[in-house]
Structures are given as C-alpha cells and as structure tokens.
C-alpha cells in the first residue's frame, strides 16, 4: 500500500509564499502522474496542477504564473510552490498520484489566504 503525506500548508497573508511537499511511501518516478488539488468549502476538488512521467506539467488556468509543480526523485517528494497567493487559494490541498491502474490520495493538507 502506497502512502503520501502532505505538509507545508498554514496561514498566510496575500501576496505571501507556501510551499507544500508530498512524501511518496514509493519511488514517484514509478508514477504516471502526480498532482495536487484543492478543495474550499462548498466546492468541488479541483486540479491545481499536475506533473506527468515525462515531466510535463499542466496547471489551472487560476494558478498559472503563480504555482510550480516540481519533484525530487531522490527524496521521492513532489512540490507545490505556491507564490503571489491570493484569498481565493484557501482551500485543502490534497496530492494524488497514479500507479498503474490505482489512484492513491495524501490526508490533506489547509492552506490559508487572509486578505
């Protein structure tokens, strides 16, 4: 059973910088895909962004220019650098990633904005 473990998130002010980590249980270049979304309150989750075996990457149109999907094979842990953040970044974010046929999904981790 694989495990990711979130960590990074708290409180910020706008405009401010987080960086968010997930720590993989495997070796995340045996991934498909890993990605980080987020889910505010009375909302659906959402991709944030997304970072492929190739290492490609694709971000929400709300984020682009703002957030970097990255990863460190070596530490088996994928990062969200999130900067320029804004009140409507408040939400939990949650990394996923794709090994063979099955998705795997971190606890979860708050990232709050105040204005």
């Known amino acids: 059973q694989l495990v990711l473990v979130e960590s990074g998130g708290g409180l910020v002010q706008a405009g401010g910088s987080l960086r968010l980590s997930c720590t993989a249980s495997?070796?995340?270049?045996?991934?498909?895909?890993m990605g980080w979304y987020r889910q505010a309150p009375g909302k659906q989750r959402e991709l944030v962004a997304r970072?492929?075996?190739?290492?490609?990457?694709t971000y929400a149109e709300s984020v682009k220019d703002r957030f970097t999907i990255s990863r460190d094979g070596a530490k088996n842990t994928m990062y969200l650098q999130m900067n320029s953040l804004k009140p409507e970044d408040t939400a939990v974010y949650f990394c996923?990633?794709?090994?063979?046929?099955?998705?795997?999904w971190g606890q979860g981790t708050q990232v709050t904005v105040s204005s």
């Open positions: 996923n990633g794709f090994w063979g046929q099955r998705v795997y």
């Open positions: 495997g070796s995340i270049f045996s991934s498909n895909a």
């Open positions: 970072i492929r075996s190739d290492g490609s990457t």
